[in-house]
């Protein structure tokens, strides 16, 4: 092809257009990061110190010290849960409450387990507008909020835990109300980004990474527990079951009489006659026999340790025979056995079914078309963890869902990629699989629907849990399934046979998956105490007379 004199060439150009598509990607980033803090309510990046903005609470139990560190990997900064087996507790004031009703508000922030996470949280704490005379030192578990949002680890429990208090307008109470079925914690090291949409049309969206996790409804009583409308009808507290209130469907038939031929005293087993002792069976071998190799320790005393014995042996000669020792008749079950005699059951005539207190109007109980939030005065962390290296990040407050999407796109994407890469090459370098077959991908998404059953309700976290593991390490996929199957096997167990339903307890205000475990003083920095063993009695123990083989 043929250019015009005097005109540049192709492949000249293109080191210009390069720079000049470098320029406007760079310019886009920049004006994004631009209308961050014109479009946010409120963020917080921690590219400096905290201290003075972010209070520390002056509690004795928050003995955990936070820092300002870099991310592992990145020059990026974050907040820092520093040490093991701590409380942790601080806060920071809004310069204006927010308010959540009428409107759309986002909240978002990163978290990067960089040691995993067994037991603790990970959560932060939306406070409402506190009593007059609150100081931000006084900060503790029992501060009022309006939101609790994030991950929640420990024991069976492993949850992104969303619960909103909301003040019952005939009680004047404040109840908490939990998410159902919320997603699970991200089994891995990685940044991770939670996003909590609180929808003015009575509705709240939860992302993990962006992707969409769960979206509820605040006012269905199938997506909080409790519900945000209460019962119009409650039991009466003060209703008592009748004292000649017969529950039992059957009785005993008073009128049965035992056969004579009924004996309660027969064995359920007797030896059997008509057995013979096998051929070649040595009555006077013992079943086991001196170690012949065997010879007496150097410092054994026979006047401290008692007189010494060799260790046995099985004897040779026993594994030869059909048997050895002195040959018994084997046992037999007895045909004329029966067992205890119980009288027969029958209809029970006076039976009036299981007893319920009679139902009367609650008094708490209200109507609303959209729950009535209150504002969000400040941000809290308040939690309680047994592992270190818990990294806080990138903590915003919007009305606007593309503000949101901007900051996941400009300040976590890029980190979680950088870390993603690291992983594979990681885990390619250890030779180990990060793909999945087909059929593996296909077993997966039937266990995820199996998981999804509204029976499994109870159990959904811990499934989701074993799925996840499974997808991370896929040699482990045949063992995820038993375990799958094993509690579909309880469940339809229950189900079929039926047990007493667990007692309602008395609904306690939520203080994390870590709160049951106990910690005792004097443990050092770690703040928890392994069970320690039993101290040995300081009286000499008597040496055994004979070795245990």
């Known amino acids: 092809m043929v250019l015009m004199e005097g005109r ?7 080191p210009l257009l390069l720079l000049l598509i470098a320029a406007c990607f760079a310019i886009e980033i920049h004006a994004a990061s631009q209308n961050h803090d014109v479009n946010a309510i409120f963020y917080e990046p921690f590219d400096e110190s905290f201290e003075g903005r972010w209070i520390v609470s002056a509690k004795d139990e928050y003995k955990g010290v936070w820092k300002l ?33 009428g409107r759309t508000i986002v909240l978002q922030f990163e978290v990067r387990l960089q040691n995993s996470l067994e037991c603790g949280g990970a959560y932060l704490k939306y406070l409402r507008p506190q009593e007059a005379g609150w100081k931000p030192e006084g900060f503790d578990n029992d501060s009022p909020y309006s939101i609790m949002f994030g991950p929640d680890k420990c024991g069976t429990t492993n949850r992104v835990h969303f619960i909103f208090k909301h003040k019952n307008p005939k009680s004047g109470e404040y109840v908490e109300h939990h998410l159902k079925n919320t997603p699970t914690v991200p089994d891995d090291r990685l940044s991770h980004v939670y996003t909590a949409i609180v929808k003015a049309d009575k509705e709240v969206r939860i992302l993990v990474d962006g992707e969409e996790k769960k979206k509820a409804r605040f006012l269905s009583a199938q997506d909080f527990e409790p519900a945000l409308i209460p019962a119009k009808t409650i039991p009466d507290p003060n209703d008592k079951k009748p004292a000649d209130w017969d529950e039992r469907p059957k009785i005993p038939d008073p009128d049965a009489v035992k056969p004579d031929d009924w004996d309660e005293n027969a064995p359920m087993e007797i030896e059997d006659e008509e057995a013979e002792k096998p051929q070649g069976w040595l009555d006077d071998e013992p079943h086991e026999i001196d170690d012949p190799e065997a010879t007496k320790p150097e410092d054994w005393d026979d006047e401290e340790d008692g007189e010494w014995e060799p260790p046995k042996l099985e004897n040779p000669k026993c594994s030869l025979a059909p048997g050895c020792g002195k040959w018994k008749r084997p046992m037999k079950r007895n045909p004329a056995y029966k067992g205890k005699w119980h009288r027969p059951l029958i209809e029970n ?7 319920k207190p009679q139902q009367i109007p609650n008094p708490h109980y209200f109507e609303t078309d959209k729950p009535d939030f209150e504002a969000i005065a400040a941000i809290g962390i308040e939690i309680w963890t047994m592992q270190d290296g818990i990294l806080f990040d990138n903590i915003l407050i919007a009305d606007n869902e593309k503000v949101a999407e901007s900051y996941r796109r400009t300040t976590w994407k890029p980190k979680f990629n950088v870390e993603k890469e690291k992983q594979r090459a990681e885990e390619a370098a250890a030779g180990l699989s990060f793909g999945l077959s087909s059929i593996q991908k296909k077993i997966f998404d039937v266990l995820y ?32 399934i038993g375990s799958i199957v094993v509690i579909l096997l309880t469940v339809l167990f229950k189900i079929l046979f039926g047990g007493k339903a667990p007692a309602v307890a008395p609904h306690e205000p939520y203080r994390g998956a870590a709160a ?10 770690s703040g928890v105490k392994a069970d320690e063993t039993e101290k040995e009695d300081a009286t000499p123990r008597r040496r055994s007379t004979r070795r245990e083989t």
């Open 349 to 355: 005539p006076s039976y009036k079914g299981i007893w």
């Open 449 to 480: 629907k199996i998981a999804g059953v509204s029976f499994l309700d109870a159990y959904k976290p811990k499934i989701i849990d074993l799925i996840e593991k499974a997808e991370k390490q896929p040699n482990i996929t045949v063992g995820v």
């Open 516 to 525: 049951g475990i106990s910690t005792k003083k004097g443990s050092g920095s």
């Open 69 to 101: 560190s870099k991310s592992e990997g990145h020059d990026d900064y974050g907040l820092l849960v520093s040490e093991k087996a701590r409380k942790y507790a601080l806060v920071k004031e809004l310069d204006e409450a927010v308010s959540l009703n």
């Open 8 to 14: 540049p060439k192709i492949t000249e150009l293109r």
